[in-house]
Protein backbone atom coordinates (compact mmCIF):
# COMPACT_ATOMS: atom_id res chain seq x y z
CA UNK A 1 0.00 0.00 0.00
CA UNK A 2 1.28 3.74 -1.02
CA UNK A 3 2.75 5.41 2.14
CA UNK A 4 2.49 2.47 4.62
CA UNK A 5 6.07 2.36 5.96
CA UNK A 6 5.74 6.42 6.47
CA UNK A 7 2.17 6.64 7.31
CA UNK A 8 2.72 4.13 10.48
CA UNK A 9 5.88 6.44 11.28
CA UNK A 10 3.97 9.30 11.18
CA UNK A 11 1.44 8.21 13.48
CA UNK A 12 3.51 6.31 16.05
CA UNK A 13 5.19 9.62 16.13
CA UNK A 14 1.99 11.81 16.60
CA UNK A 15 1.00 9.23 19.45
CA UNK A 16 4.19 10.37 21.05
CA UNK A 17 3.05 13.58 21.66
CA UNK A 18 1.66 14.62 25.03
CA UNK A 19 1.19 17.79 25.97
CA UNK A 20 -1.44 20.05 28.09
CA UNK A 21 -2.08 23.83 27.40
CA UNK A 22 0.79 25.19 25.62
CA UNK A 23 2.70 23.10 23.35
CA UNK A 24 6.68 23.74 24.23
CA UNK A 25 9.74 22.87 22.71
CA UNK A 26 10.29 20.46 25.27
CA UNK A 27 7.15 18.16 24.09
CA UNK A 28 8.01 18.40 20.58
CA UNK A 29 11.69 17.31 20.83
CA UNK A 30 11.19 13.20 20.75
CA UNK A 31 7.90 13.41 18.34
CA UNK A 32 9.69 15.79 15.73
CA UNK A 33 12.83 13.53 15.69
CA UNK A 34 10.63 10.57 15.31
CA UNK A 35 8.65 13.08 12.31
CA UNK A 36 12.26 13.67 10.56
CA UNK A 37 13.92 9.99 10.39
CA UNK A 38 10.34 8.84 9.17
CA UNK A 39 10.53 11.25 5.97
CA UNK A 40 14.05 10.72 5.57
CA UNK A 41 13.30 6.80 5.73
CA UNK A 42 10.43 7.15 3.02
CA UNK A 43 13.02 8.93 0.82
CA UNK A 44 11.95 12.13 1.11
CA UNK A 45 14.50 14.68 0.00
CA UNK A 46 16.96 16.06 3.22
CA UNK A 47 16.30 19.37 2.14
CA UNK A 48 12.09 19.18 1.93
CA UNK A 49 12.24 17.52 5.44
CA UNK A 50 14.22 20.05 7.20
CA UNK A 51 11.93 22.31 5.75
CA UNK A 52 8.98 20.57 6.50
CA UNK A 53 9.72 20.14 10.34
CA UNK A 54 11.04 23.75 10.93
CA UNK A 55 7.48 24.75 9.64
CA UNK A 56 5.79 22.35 11.83
CA UNK A 57 7.61 23.15 15.32
CA UNK A 58 7.65 27.43 14.19
CA UNK A 59 3.94 26.66 13.96
CA UNK A 60 3.33 24.34 17.18
CA UNK A 61 5.64 26.45 19.72
CA UNK A 62 3.77 28.46 22.06
CA UNK A 63 0.62 28.53 19.80
CA UNK A 64 -2.35 28.44 21.91
CA UNK A 65 -4.78 25.52 21.69
CA UNK A 66 -7.85 25.53 19.94
CA UNK A 67 -10.51 25.22 22.59
CA UNK A 68 -12.08 22.54 20.38
CA UNK A 69 -8.80 20.71 20.13
CA UNK A 70 -6.34 19.32 23.07
CA UNK A 71 -2.80 19.66 21.78
CA UNK A 72 -2.88 15.92 20.19
CA UNK A 73 -5.10 17.24 17.98
CA UNK A 74 -3.67 20.51 17.41
CA UNK A 75 -0.06 18.70 16.11
CA UNK A 76 -2.04 16.50 13.71
CA UNK A 77 -4.11 19.45 12.64
CA UNK A 78 -0.56 21.36 11.88
CA UNK A 79 1.03 18.34 10.32
CA UNK A 80 -1.76 17.86 8.14
CA UNK A 81 -1.63 20.96 7.02
CA UNK A 82 1.45 21.62 6.15
CA UNK A 83 1.59 17.90 4.49
CA UNK A 84 -1.36 19.08 2.65
CA UNK A 85 0.36 22.44 1.26
CA UNK A 86 3.93 19.65 0.91
CA UNK A 87 2.30 17.61 -1.61
CA UNK A 88 1.02 20.94 -3.89
CA UNK A 89 -1.82 22.60 -1.19
CA UNK A 90 -4.54 22.22 -3.90
CA UNK A 91 -5.43 19.72 -7.14
CA UNK A 92 -4.00 20.41 -10.34
CA UNK A 93 -6.21 19.15 -13.01
CA UNK A 94 -5.50 18.66 -16.21
CA UNK A 95 -5.42 21.35 -18.79
CA UNK A 96 -8.37 21.65 -21.54
CA UNK A 97 -7.58 23.48 -24.92
CA UNK A 98 -10.13 26.11 -25.10
CA UNK A 99 -10.13 25.31 -28.78
CA UNK A 100 -9.77 21.15 -29.56
CA UNK A 101 -8.56 19.25 -29.64
CA UNK A 102 -6.63 19.19 -26.65
CA UNK A 103 -2.68 17.77 -27.23
CA UNK A 104 -1.38 15.91 -24.26
CA UNK A 105 2.41 14.91 -24.49
CA UNK A 106 3.71 11.83 -22.65
CA UNK A 107 7.56 11.94 -21.59
CA UNK A 108 9.88 9.97 -19.60
CA UNK A 109 12.50 7.85 -19.47
CA UNK A 110 12.18 3.82 -20.50
CA UNK A 111 10.76 2.09 -18.24
CA UNK A 112 8.53 4.27 -15.97
CA UNK A 113 5.73 3.19 -18.19
CA UNK A 114 4.72 5.46 -20.56
CA UNK A 115 2.83 3.72 -23.24
CA UNK A 116 0.17 1.68 -20.03
CA UNK A 117 -0.05 5.00 -18.71
CA UNK A 118 -1.16 6.58 -21.98
CA UNK A 119 -3.88 3.51 -21.98
CA UNK A 120 -4.94 4.41 -18.14
CA UNK A 121 -4.84 8.32 -19.30
CA UNK A 122 -7.15 7.62 -22.46
CA UNK A 123 -9.45 5.30 -19.87
CA UNK A 124 -9.81 8.06 -17.49
CA UNK A 125 -10.12 10.90 -20.54
CA UNK A 126 -13.66 8.45 -21.13
CA UNK A 127 -14.76 8.03 -18.24
CA UNK A 128 -14.80 12.37 -18.47
CA UNK A 129 -16.61 11.77 -21.39
CA UNK A 130 -13.91 12.89 -23.28
CA UNK A 131 -13.14 11.81 -26.74
CA UNK A 132 -9.40 10.45 -26.81
CA UNK A 133 -7.35 9.91 -30.06
CA UNK A 134 -3.66 7.67 -28.76
CA UNK A 135 -0.65 8.31 -30.96
CA UNK A 136 2.62 5.98 -31.29
CA UNK A 137 4.69 7.91 -31.30
CA UNK A 138 7.55 5.81 -29.72
CA UNK A 139 9.09 4.07 -32.91
CA UNK A 140 12.56 2.90 -31.31
CA UNK A 141 11.62 0.70 -28.42
CA UNK A 142 10.49 -2.56 -29.97
CA UNK A 143 6.80 -3.98 -30.00
CA UNK A 144 5.84 -0.18 -28.27
CA UNK A 145 3.49 0.66 -31.12
CA UNK A 146 2.09 -2.95 -31.02
CA UNK A 147 1.18 -2.48 -27.34
CA UNK A 148 -0.48 0.54 -28.08
CA UNK A 149 -2.74 -0.60 -30.47
CA UNK A 150 -3.71 -3.63 -28.16
CA UNK A 151 -4.57 -1.32 -25.18
CA UNK A 152 -6.38 1.21 -27.63
CA UNK A 153 -8.36 -2.23 -29.03
CA UNK A 154 -8.80 -3.29 -25.18
CA UNK A 155 -10.50 0.21 -24.06
CA UNK A 156 -12.21 1.23 -27.42
CA UNK A 157 -9.48 4.08 -28.70
CA UNK A 158 -8.50 4.76 -31.51
CA UNK A 159 -4.66 4.50 -32.46
CA UNK A 160 -2.95 6.47 -34.47
CA UNK A 161 -0.05 4.81 -35.62
CA UNK A 162 2.31 5.08 -39.35
CA UNK A 163 5.16 2.45 -38.50
CA UNK A 164 8.69 3.12 -36.98
CA UNK A 165 9.78 4.20 -40.30
CA UNK A 166 8.23 7.81 -40.01
CA UNK A 167 10.14 10.06 -37.99
CA UNK A 168 8.15 10.91 -34.21
CA UNK A 169 7.94 14.74 -35.39
CA UNK A 170 5.65 13.74 -38.40
CA UNK A 171 3.33 11.15 -36.68
CA UNK A 172 2.61 13.77 -33.88
CA UNK A 173 1.85 16.83 -37.21
CA UNK A 174 -0.33 14.32 -38.86
CA UNK A 175 -1.83 13.14 -35.58
CA UNK A 176 -3.99 16.17 -35.60
CA UNK A 177 -5.55 15.65 -39.43
CA UNK A 178 -6.50 12.18 -38.09
CA UNK A 179 -7.95 13.57 -34.71
CA UNK A 180 -10.21 16.30 -36.67
CA UNK A 181 -11.33 13.28 -39.32
CA UNK A 182 -12.81 11.70 -36.39
CA UNK A 183 -13.42 14.24 -33.88
CA UNK A 184 -11.31 13.47 -31.16
CA UNK A 185 -11.36 16.13 -28.60
CA UNK A 186 -7.82 14.64 -26.92
CA UNK A 187 -4.50 13.53 -28.07
CA UNK A 188 -2.50 11.62 -26.20
CA UNK A 189 0.56 10.97 -27.83
CA UNK A 190 3.63 8.47 -26.43
CA UNK A 191 7.09 9.59 -26.40
CA UNK A 192 10.11 7.44 -26.64
CA UNK A 193 11.98 7.51 -23.64
CA UNK A 194 15.77 6.20 -22.66
CA UNK A 195 17.48 4.50 -20.17
CA UNK A 196 19.00 8.36 -19.48
CA UNK A 197 18.42 11.11 -19.98
CA UNK A 198 20.75 12.80 -23.18
CA UNK A 199 21.05 15.43 -26.37
CA UNK A 200 19.55 13.06 -28.35
CA UNK A 201 16.05 12.46 -26.71
CA UNK A 202 15.52 15.75 -25.72
CA UNK A 203 16.20 17.13 -29.20
CA UNK A 204 13.68 15.00 -30.42
CA UNK A 205 11.22 16.18 -27.80
CA UNK A 206 11.48 19.65 -28.35
CA UNK A 207 10.85 19.11 -31.68
CA UNK A 208 7.60 17.52 -31.24
CA UNK A 209 6.92 19.96 -28.35
CA UNK A 210 7.56 23.12 -31.27
CA UNK A 211 5.72 20.77 -34.06
CA UNK A 212 2.12 20.54 -32.27
CA UNK A 213 2.24 22.75 -29.33
CA UNK A 214 1.02 20.44 -26.54
CA UNK A 215 -1.29 21.85 -24.10
CA UNK A 216 0.17 19.54 -21.45
CA UNK A 217 3.38 17.84 -21.27
CA UNK A 218 3.31 15.35 -18.58
CA UNK A 219 6.31 13.67 -16.93
CA UNK A 220 5.81 10.00 -16.44
CA UNK A 221 8.05 8.45 -13.37
CA UNK A 222 7.70 5.44 -11.53
CA UNK A 223 7.20 6.17 -7.91
CA UNK A 224 9.63 2.96 -7.28
CA UNK A 225 12.54 5.03 -7.76
CA UNK A 226 12.10 7.78 -5.30
CA UNK A 227 14.51 10.26 -5.30
CA UNK A 228 15.75 9.67 -9.01
CA UNK A 229 12.38 10.27 -10.23
CA UNK A 230 12.32 13.96 -8.47
CA UNK A 231 15.92 14.61 -10.36
CA UNK A 232 14.21 13.23 -13.65
CA UNK A 233 11.89 15.97 -13.08
CA UNK A 234 14.09 18.52 -12.55
CA UNK A 235 16.15 17.60 -15.51
CA UNK A 236 12.91 17.37 -18.35
CA UNK A 237 11.89 20.36 -16.80
CA UNK A 238 15.14 22.50 -17.17
CA UNK A 239 15.58 20.96 -21.07
CA UNK A 240 11.72 20.87 -22.14
CA UNK A 241 9.49 22.13 -19.64
CA UNK A 242 6.89 20.11 -18.31
CA UNK A 243 3.01 21.09 -16.54
CA UNK A 244 2.91 18.17 -14.56
CA UNK A 245 3.77 14.56 -13.45
CA UNK A 246 1.83 11.08 -13.47
CA UNK A 247 3.44 9.41 -10.98
CA UNK A 248 3.13 5.36 -11.43
CA UNK A 249 3.28 2.36 -9.37
CA UNK A 250 2.42 4.23 -6.14
CA UNK A 251 0.53 1.31 -4.91
CA UNK A 252 3.93 -0.51 -4.62
CA UNK A 253 5.71 1.88 -2.94
CA UNK A 254 5.51 1.84 0.62
CA UNK A 255 8.07 4.37 0.84
CA UNK A 256 6.51 7.53 -1.34
CA UNK A 257 8.94 9.82 -1.09
CA UNK A 258 9.20 10.86 -4.55
CA UNK A 259 5.33 12.48 -4.21
CA UNK A 260 6.44 14.08 -1.17
CA UNK A 261 8.94 15.86 -2.22
CA UNK A 262 8.43 16.53 -6.46
CA UNK A 263 6.14 20.15 -5.80
CA UNK A 264 8.72 21.04 -3.10
CA UNK A 265 11.89 20.01 -5.25
CA UNK A 266 10.52 21.14 -8.68
CA UNK A 267 7.38 23.41 -8.27
CA UNK A 268 5.26 21.11 -10.72
CA UNK A 269 2.59 19.39 -9.61
CA UNK A 270 1.86 15.12 -9.56
CA UNK A 271 -1.81 15.81 -11.41
CA UNK A 272 -2.24 12.12 -11.70
CA UNK A 273 -0.90 8.66 -10.20
CA UNK A 274 -1.59 5.20 -10.75
CA UNK A 275 -3.06 2.78 -8.47
CA UNK A 276 -3.04 -0.34 -9.81
CA UNK A 277 -2.15 -2.15 -12.67
CA UNK A 278 -5.84 -2.48 -14.39
CA UNK A 279 -6.54 0.17 -16.96
CA UNK A 280 -8.78 2.44 -15.04
CA UNK A 281 -6.13 2.34 -12.10
CA UNK A 282 -5.36 5.92 -12.83
CA UNK A 283 -6.96 8.68 -10.49
CA UNK A 284 -6.86 12.36 -10.39
CA UNK A 285 -3.99 13.53 -7.03
CA UNK A 286 -5.46 15.48 -4.33
CA UNK A 287 -3.34 16.81 -1.72
CA UNK A 288 -5.42 16.92 0.92
CA UNK A 289 -7.15 13.84 0.52
CA UNK A 290 -3.31 12.05 0.22
CA UNK A 291 -2.69 13.87 2.92
CA UNK A 292 -5.51 12.12 5.31
CA UNK A 293 -4.48 9.00 4.29
CA UNK A 294 -0.91 9.56 5.12
CA UNK A 295 -2.14 10.15 8.84
CA UNK A 296 -4.25 7.48 9.24
CA UNK A 297 -7.51 9.29 8.65
CA UNK A 298 -8.95 8.00 5.40
CA UNK A 299 -10.50 9.26 2.18
CA UNK A 300 -14.16 8.43 2.46
CA UNK A 301 -14.41 11.23 -0.64
CA UNK A 302 -12.49 8.99 -3.16
CA UNK A 303 -14.19 5.63 -2.17
CA UNK A 304 -17.60 7.31 -2.42
CA UNK A 305 -16.48 8.52 -6.19
CA UNK A 306 -14.85 4.40 -6.37
CA UNK A 307 -18.39 3.75 -5.55
CA UNK A 308 -19.96 5.67 -7.65
CA UNK A 309 -18.56 4.91 -10.85
CA UNK A 310 -18.20 1.34 -10.52
CA UNK A 311 -21.86 0.65 -9.55
CA UNK A 312 -24.89 0.20 -11.35
CA UNK A 313 -27.55 2.04 -9.69
CA UNK A 314 -30.43 0.50 -11.74
CA UNK A 315 -28.89 -2.85 -10.84
CA UNK A 316 -28.65 -1.73 -7.28
CA UNK A 317 -32.55 -0.69 -6.86
CA UNK A 318 -33.34 -4.06 -8.28
CA UNK A 319 -31.28 -6.25 -6.51
CA UNK A 320 -32.57 -4.07 -3.11
CA UNK A 321 -36.05 -4.79 -4.60
CA UNK A 322 -35.36 -8.44 -4.74
CA UNK A 323 -33.80 -8.74 -1.10
CA UNK A 324 -37.04 -7.42 0.19
CA UNK A 325 -39.01 -9.62 -1.56
CA UNK A 326 -36.41 -12.51 -0.24
CA UNK A 327 -35.33 -13.08 -4.08
CA UNK A 328 -31.24 -12.29 -3.27
CA UNK A 329 -29.78 -15.38 -4.99
CA UNK A 330 -26.29 -16.62 -5.59
CA UNK A 331 -25.96 -14.59 -9.20
CA UNK A 332 -27.39 -11.33 -7.73
CA UNK A 333 -24.20 -12.43 -4.83
CA UNK A 334 -21.83 -12.89 -7.37
CA UNK A 335 -22.67 -9.48 -8.86
CA UNK A 336 -22.38 -7.08 -5.82
CA UNK A 337 -18.93 -9.17 -5.09
CA UNK A 338 -17.84 -8.24 -8.92
CA UNK A 339 -18.88 -4.71 -8.13
CA UNK A 340 -16.95 -4.63 -5.43
CA UNK A 341 -14.05 -6.14 -6.66
CA UNK A 342 -13.78 -3.42 -9.47
CA UNK A 343 -13.19 -0.53 -6.09
CA UNK A 344 -9.77 -1.76 -5.56
CA UNK A 345 -7.32 -4.32 -3.34
CA UNK A 346 -8.90 -4.85 0.10
CA UNK A 347 -5.53 -2.43 1.33
CA UNK A 348 -6.82 -0.02 -1.14
CA UNK A 349 -10.35 0.08 0.06
CA UNK A 350 -9.03 0.00 4.12
CA UNK A 351 -6.72 2.68 3.33
CA UNK A 352 -9.99 4.85 2.75
CA UNK A 353 -11.96 4.64 5.52
CA UNK A 354 -10.56 6.20 8.69
CA UNK A 355 -8.93 4.18 11.36
CA UNK A 356 -9.26 1.33 9.18
CA UNK A 357 -5.54 1.81 7.54
CA UNK A 358 -3.60 -0.14 10.32
CA UNK A 359 -5.80 -3.10 9.79
CA UNK A 360 -4.84 -4.35 7.07
CA UNK A 361 -1.24 -5.66 8.30
CA UNK A 362 -3.37 -7.45 10.76
CA UNK A 363 -5.35 -9.17 8.25
CA UNK A 364 -2.26 -10.12 6.25
CA UNK A 365 -1.11 -11.50 9.56
CA UNK A 366 -4.12 -13.24 9.84
CA UNK A 367 -3.73 -15.02 6.52
CA UNK A 368 -7.31 -13.32 5.00
CA UNK A 369 -6.45 -14.06 1.53
CA UNK A 370 -7.87 -11.35 -0.75
CA UNK A 371 -8.29 -14.11 -3.39
CA UNK A 372 -11.01 -15.63 -1.91
CA UNK A 373 -13.06 -13.97 -3.91
CA UNK A 374 -12.15 -15.76 -6.70
CA UNK A 375 -12.33 -18.93 -4.85
CA UNK A 376 -16.64 -18.13 -4.22
CA UNK A 377 -16.75 -16.67 -7.52
CA UNK A 378 -15.32 -20.47 -9.06
CA UNK A 379 -17.60 -22.47 -7.04
CA UNK A 380 -20.56 -20.07 -7.92
CA UNK A 381 -19.49 -20.51 -11.33
CA UNK A 382 -19.69 -24.74 -10.72
CA UNK A 383 -23.16 -24.54 -10.12
CA UNK A 384 -26.10 -24.56 -12.81
CA UNK A 385 -28.41 -21.53 -13.14
CA UNK A 386 -31.40 -23.46 -11.46
CA UNK A 387 -28.60 -24.26 -8.41
CA UNK A 388 -27.55 -19.74 -8.29
CA UNK A 389 -31.36 -19.11 -8.50
CA UNK A 390 -32.06 -21.65 -5.71
CA UNK A 391 -29.63 -22.51 -3.66
CA UNK A 392 -31.95 -24.58 -1.24
CA UNK A 393 -31.93 -26.77 -3.97
CA UNK A 394 -28.25 -27.51 -3.49
CA UNK A 395 -28.02 -31.43 -1.61
CA UNK A 396 -25.07 -33.69 -1.07
CA UNK A 397 -24.70 -35.29 -4.48
CA UNK A 398 -25.22 -31.54 -5.89
CA UNK A 399 -22.54 -30.41 -3.70
CA UNK A 400 -19.97 -33.02 -4.77
CA UNK A 401 -20.41 -32.29 -8.26
CA UNK A 402 -20.36 -28.25 -7.44
CA UNK A 403 -16.94 -28.95 -5.71
CA UNK A 404 -15.58 -31.68 -7.97
CA UNK A 405 -16.42 -28.85 -10.85
CA UNK A 406 -14.51 -26.06 -9.46
CA UNK A 407 -11.64 -27.79 -7.82
CA UNK A 408 -12.31 -27.26 -4.49
CA UNK A 409 -13.51 -29.67 -1.35
CA UNK A 410 -17.21 -30.34 -0.25
CA UNK A 411 -16.18 -28.27 3.10
CA UNK A 412 -15.83 -25.34 1.05
CA UNK A 413 -19.10 -25.58 -1.14
CA UNK A 414 -20.61 -25.78 2.11
CA UNK A 415 -19.16 -22.92 3.98
CA UNK A 416 -20.02 -20.69 1.14
CA UNK A 417 -23.61 -21.80 1.25
CA UNK A 418 -23.91 -21.31 5.10
CA UNK A 419 -22.07 -17.62 4.94
CA UNK A 420 -24.39 -16.78 2.04
CA UNK A 421 -27.36 -17.72 4.34
CA UNK A 422 -26.27 -15.77 6.56
CA UNK A 423 -24.94 -12.61 4.92
CA UNK A 424 -28.73 -13.00 3.22
CA UNK A 425 -30.46 -12.65 6.77
CA UNK A 426 -27.77 -9.70 7.25
CA UNK A 427 -29.01 -7.90 4.13
CA UNK A 428 -32.29 -8.27 4.99
CA UNK A 429 -31.96 -6.21 8.16
CA UNK A 430 -30.50 -3.50 6.06
CA UNK A 431 -32.91 -0.63 5.63
CA UNK A 432 -32.22 -0.81 1.52
CA UNK A 433 -28.76 -0.89 -0.07
CA UNK A 434 -29.75 2.34 -2.44
CA UNK A 435 -30.34 4.16 0.29
CA UNK A 436 -27.48 3.07 1.93
CA UNK A 437 -25.22 3.75 -1.07
CA UNK A 438 -26.49 7.30 -1.35
CA UNK A 439 -24.81 8.06 2.01
CA UNK A 440 -21.57 6.44 1.04
CA UNK A 441 -21.88 3.53 2.74
CA UNK A 442 -21.27 0.13 1.60
CA UNK A 443 -21.52 -3.74 3.21
CA UNK A 444 -20.50 -6.98 1.34
CA UNK A 445 -21.25 -10.89 2.11
CA UNK A 446 -17.62 -12.31 2.12
CA UNK A 447 -16.35 -15.34 3.51
CA UNK A 448 -14.81 -15.34 6.90
Do not use: W
Not at 44 to 55: E, G, I, L, P, R
Amino acid sequence: MAFESLSERLQNAIKMFRGAGKITEEDLKAPMREVRMALLEADVNFKVVKDFVAKVKERALGAEVNESLNPHQQIIKIVNEELIQLLGGTQSKLAVSPKPPTIIMLVGLQGAGKTTTAGKLATYLKRKNKKPLLVAGDIYRPAAITQLQVLGEQINVPVFALGDKVSPVEIAKQSLEKAFSLACDTIIIDTAGRLHINEELMNELREIKSSVNPTEILLVVDAMTGQDAVTVAESFDRELGIDGLIVTKLDGDARGGAVLSVKAVTGKPVKLIGMGEKLDALEPFHPDRMASRILGMGDILTLVEKIQSTTDLAKALEMEKKLRKDEFTLEQFLEQMQQVKKLGSLDTILGLIPGMGGISQKLKEANVDEKEFDRIEAIIRSMTPKERRNPDIINGSRRKRIAAGCGMRVQDVNKLLKNFDESKKMMKRMQGMAKFASKGGFKIPFMH
